[in-house]
Structure formats: structure tokens, C-alpha cells
């Protein structure tokens, strides 16, 4: 293909021939005048795959970076040989025997008119560069553990969707949020390992029951998302919710283990109103958290009635975050009484909110945004603190408050912190308050969260003197179970067992079982919800030591608790 070279030129020829980029020059035509070794080698059968001329036919193939072929006048011989001069435009070259494929960076010079030279072309080869860059966009847009896309790429699709949308607006598209229920309690109690497994498990078989057109992605933890564009009705997402909770309910089995999971699915139908990927996803996680407070529940569907729930969560997140800034929570306390002799022998704290343009919160009103959002962790420290701040204050100023005692709840993501025991022990030392008048509350839902964990740290808080509470008792798993594993000091039973108990003759037999149980185990037992003097003669007959409830008093201001202490006025007895 190329002339003999002159003894002059050899040398200049043998270093064109070690270097590793293909250099070519053409004449006018396009014809082959120059190519070095690299040139030769990566080139077989000519120049005309580059849009140069030639009389074999050429063993390869010029696309572009999108992988489309090129057209004659977008080839690169024939571009500079119009005049265009580029740099580093990147191809893909498919050779055809043996079949391989290689990246080359392309970069065309026109040289001037005299003589025979007319364009210099040189060919890099960025293969490893490009490999590379594959590996990369993968890690940043794909799930490492899964495979599936991950959040940022989900979005970028989401946005697609949308846009290919305007042209077609009686369209319509499904996106399903996919949260899996009781993953962090297997993950904990099982091993991350065991987690991860199920993660895999469960990608695999969302990708079997979608069509190959719909997008999975894992948006992070044990949150997944399905886009599944043209479906023909609203039937056919809540077939495919209902489809996809069936395959994850299935049992798992994992090193050596049957596992169980199930799923809650907020399904947001579109394009509709939507202007943005973010505002459709969000509307499908609230969709999905309308499950969490409906257990029956499986799947929902988003509607305009929730989008007012989802403002006044979000304005109640961020007014709750400057609530905690600007000294708005309170504290009431309801008056916890032995039964026999109507006494007031501590309080249990309760938190509220004032609020400044709604007025006075309940706990229903916000805890829940609390504990989704993280803030109950702040918000936890800040009622035990304030709650053994004013409980020593009132035993300096009344004497007969010396032994009153302080029941505290503490949060699930609370015990999930570094060093609890140890900021406890400083809310104590900082306030003067008696640990052995401190009660502390938790529900059988955080040992659920922390059951291996929990044991040690319990013991801690137990060494210090403190009192610990089973709150909500029965309405939980596996409650007596957990009275002989952890080191609980009192029960306090649910006021569902409480109501109507004098009428049910099931939960009679059932409150008179706990209270048994727990005088056997040692155990206090305080019933919350007593209402009624049938409640309290009941409760008495039981020998259930305390109680609290409307029929001795609602929870207190600290002003009215001050008052009833200063005048001594002792509570009714009931009528």
C-alpha cells in the first residue's frame, strides 16, 4: 500500500512505525499515501471504511458513539478533505474477521495544496479508556449489590417518560414505590449478609414479574421502584402491585434460613399534572406510607385528598424543627395512682406541642413525622431531660413529692444511638433527679427492632436504678416471651384489655391472666385507660397495683400539677 521509503527517510519511518497511534495521509482523492504499522494493522482492506478511496473492499466498519453507522459524507476521510479539521472524536471501529470491535479516537488535519498530500488522519485507541467509563457510569447509575438502576438513574429515566409523554398525553404510565416491611428487624437479627441476600432475592423477582420495557431501579435500602409505561387502565397497575406482593411474600431461603417479607406498594399514575420526576415519586411514597397506618392494606393508589396530607406533613416536619429551636414543646403529666388507696404516687410525662398558629398539639398530631424524619431522637432526649428537670424542681419546692416517680417513653431509633446509657446517666447528673425514680417505657416494638442488641443495654440502664416499663403490653409479638428474656421491672397493660373487659368475658379472662403472670415473674403492673369506677373495682378485685386513666385525671400542665400539690387537694375518689 505505501511507497518504499527513501534511506533519508528511514529513520523518520521507523519511529512513525513505534509509535501507538495509526497515522495515515491521503491525497486529494483520498487515496492511500502514508500509513504507519499502526496504521496497517488497525486498517485491513483500506481506507474506504474511513471514506477514503480503495480497491478492496475493507474489513471494517465506522460508527458512532451512539453505535449508528455513518454515512458517506459523515465519514472522517471525506469530512477533512471538505475542509473540516476536528480533534478526538470518538468512534467505534467493527472489524469484521476475526469479528472484534475497538474505540479509536479520531483526529483530521488538511494539509496545505502543494504536492500530493492533502489530509492527515491519525487514530488513537481509547478502548481501556472507554471500558473504563463503562465501569464508571455503571457504578454511579446502577445498584452495586442488585444490578438494578439506582435512584439517580431511575430519575433520568422518570424524566424521559414524562417528556415522551407531552407528545402523547392521553397516555398513561404507572410508578410503583415498593417499600419492604420487617427487612431492617431481619437484617439485625440475621446478619447483614442475610439481608444483602434477600435484597438480591427480591430484585430477581421483581425483574421476573415485569415486561422487558418496564424499569426497576433500587432506590437505596429496602426501597424499590417499578416505571411501566402504556398500560390501559388503573386495573392494570393494581394487578401488577398485587402481582409483585405475592412473589415477595413468598419464603425465602437463605443460608439455611426461612425468611418472610412483605411489601407495601404506593402506586402514582401518570403523566397527569406532573412537570417533574421528583414530584411523581413523591407522590408514590406517600401513597405507600398510607399502608403504614393501614396494615390490612397491601397497595394504594395516590389522589388529590393526599396531596393536602403531604403539605401539612412537610410544613409539620419543618415547623417541627424549629419547635425543637424555639422552645414550643411542652410537657403535661398524667397523674399514675395506686388502685388500693387512690394516691398519687408519680406521673407518667407526655409531650405536647405548642404550636404557633394551631394551637396545642396531641402527640398523634406529630410523633409519627417525628419518628419517620429522625427528629424523635432530638425530641426523646428533650423530654427525659425536661421531665427529670421538673420533677426535681417540684421535689425542692414540695416535700411530698419526694418519692413521686417519672415514667418516660423512649423511642426504637433512640436505642439505635451510640452511648444512650451513658447521655442518660448526664441528664441525671445535670438535673440532681434520682435514678431510682426515673421510669423508663418502651414498647415491645423496639425489642423487635434491637432483640439481640437491646439485652446489654437494658442491664446498663437497669445498673444505674432506673425502673423499666413494657408499654402497650400484648399488643406486640411474642410478649411472654419477652417478660422472661429482658430485665423489665413493671407492665403496663393496654387499655384495650381495659375496656369493656367488665363485658367480655375473653378479655377478662385474658387481664386476669397478665396480672397473674406478673405478680408470679415479680413484676408491677400499671393498667392505663381506667375510665370508669368499673374499671377501678375491677382492676382492684385483679390486684392490679396502679393505674392511671381520666377517672383519677387527665394529663396536667406543670401549673396545674403546682396547684393541686399547693393546696393539697387530693383526687376524688371515684363515684
Not at 404516687?345 to 398539639?361: D, I, N, S
Request: charged share 20%.
Amino acid at each position: 500500500m505505501s511507497t518504499p521509503p527513501s534511506p533519508d527517510a528511514e529513520i523518520y519511518l521507523a519511529v512513525l512505525n513505534h509509535l501507538a497511534e495509526a497515522i495515515v495521509v491521503v491525497d486529494e482523492a483520498g487515496r492511500w499515501l502514508f500509513g504507519n504499522a499502526a496504521a496497517e494493522a488497525l486498517l485491513p482492506g483500506g481506507l474506504a471504511g474511513l471514506g477514503g478511496s480503495g480497491d478492496t473492499p475493507c474489513d471494517y466498519q465506522l460508527l458512532d458513539s451512539h453505535h449508528h453507522p455513518l454515512g458517506t459524507e459523515q465519514l472522517p476521510i471525506s469530512r477533512c478533505l471538505r475542509g473540516q479539521h476536528f480533534q478526538d472524536e470518538a468512534f467505534l471501529l467493527m472489524c469484521q474477521s476475526p469479528p472484534h470491535s475497538e474505540w479509536v479516537a479520531i483526529a483530521a488535519q488538511p494539509l496545505a495544496s502543494s504536492g500530493q498530500a492533502a489530509a492527515l488522519i491519525t487514530l488513537r485507541n481509547i478502548s481501556a479508556a472507554k471500558q473504563q467509563e463503562t465501569n464508571l457510569l455503571r457504578q454511579a447509575f446502577h445498584d452495586t449489590l442488585t444490578g438494578l438502576p439506582n435512584r439517580d438513574l431511575f430519575m433520568d429515566r422518570l424524566g424521559h417518560a414524562l417528556a415522551r409523554a407531552h407528545d402523547h398525553p392521553q397516555s398513561l404510565m404507572a410508578l410503583l414505590f415498593i417499600d419492604l416491611d420487617r427487612f431492617k428487624v431481619i437484617n439485625d437479627n440475621l446478619g447483614h449478609s442475610v439481608g444483602d441476600e434477600l435484597l438480591v432475592e427480591v430484585a430477581t423477582r421483581l425483574r421476573s414479574q415485569l415486561r422487558d420495557d418496564a424499569t426497576v431501579a433500587r432506590l437505596g435500602g429496602d426501597e424499590f421502584a417499578v416505571l411501566i409505561e402504556d398500560i390501559a387502565t388503573t386495573s392494570t397497575a393494581i394487578d401488577l402491585a398485587e402481582t409483585i406482593q405475592a412473589a415477595i411474600a413468598q419464603p425465602l431461603f437463605l443460608q439455611q434460613q426461612e425468611v418472610y417479607v412483605d411489601a407495601s406498594i404506593g402506586i402514582a399514575l401518570g403523566p397527569g399534572r406532573y412537570q417533574s420526576a421528583g414530584d411523581w415519586l413523591r407522590d408514590a411514597d406517600a401513597a405507600m406510607y398510607q399502608i403504614k397506618d393501614n396494615p390490612d392494606q397491601t397497595w394504594h393508589v395516590f389522589d388529590s385528598s393526599l396531596k393536602v396530607q403531604q403539605d401539612l406533613r412537610l410544613q409539620t416536619e419543618i415547623d417541627l424543627r424549629q419547635a425543637l429551636v424555639a422552645n414550643e414543646l411542652r410537657l403535661h403529666y398524667q397523674p399514675i395512682v395506686t388502685l388500693n388507696t387512690e394516691e398519687i404516687c408519680g406521673f407518667e410525662a407526655l409531650v405536647r406541642w405548642q404550636h404557633p398558629t394551631r394551637g396545642l398539639l396531641m402527640p398523634g398530631d406529630f410523633i409519627h413525622i417525628a419518628e419517620a424524619t429522625g427528629l424523635i431522637i432530638p425530641l426523646g432526649w428533650w423530654v427525659l431531660a425536661e421531665a427529670c428537670r421538673q420533677m426535681q424542681l417540684w421535689t425542692l419546692e414540695f416535700p411530698a413529692m419526694a418519692d413521686f416517680t417519672v415514667s418516660v417513653n423512649m423511642s426504637s431509633k433512640q436505642f439505635s444511638q451510640q452511648n444512650l446509657v451513658g447521655k442518660i446517666e448526664q441528664i441525671l447528673a445535670d438535673t440532681g433527679f434520682a435514678a431510682n425514680r426515673l421510669k423508663v417505657e418502651i414498647t415491645e416494638g423496639v425489642l423487635i427492632d434491637h432483640s439481640d442488641s437491646i439485652i446489654a443495654t437494658l442491664e446498663q440502664i437497669k445498673a444505674l436504678g432506673i425502673k423499666l416499663l413494657v408499654d402497650d403490653f400484648g399488643t406486640g409479638y411474642s410478649s411472654l416471651s419477652y417478660l422472661h428474656r429482658f430485665p423489665f421491672d413493671c407492665l403496663k397493660i393496654d387499655r384495650s384489655f381495659i375496656e369493656n373487659a367488665d363485658q367480655d368475658f375473653e378479655k377478662l379472662e385474658i387481664l386476669q391472666s397478665v396480672v397473674r403472670l406478673a405478680w408470679n415473674l415479680g413484676l408491677d403492673v400499671v393498667a392505663e385507660g381506667v375510665e370508669t369506677p368499673r374499671h377501678h373495682a375491677q382492676l382492684k378485685a385483679l390486684r392490679c397495683e396502679l393505674g392511671q386513666g381520666y377517672l383519677f385525671s387527665r394529663p396536667l400542665a406543670p401549673e396545674a400539677v403546682e396547684a393541686m400539690m399547693a393546696t393539697k387537694v387530693a383526687i376524688p375518689p371515684p363515684c
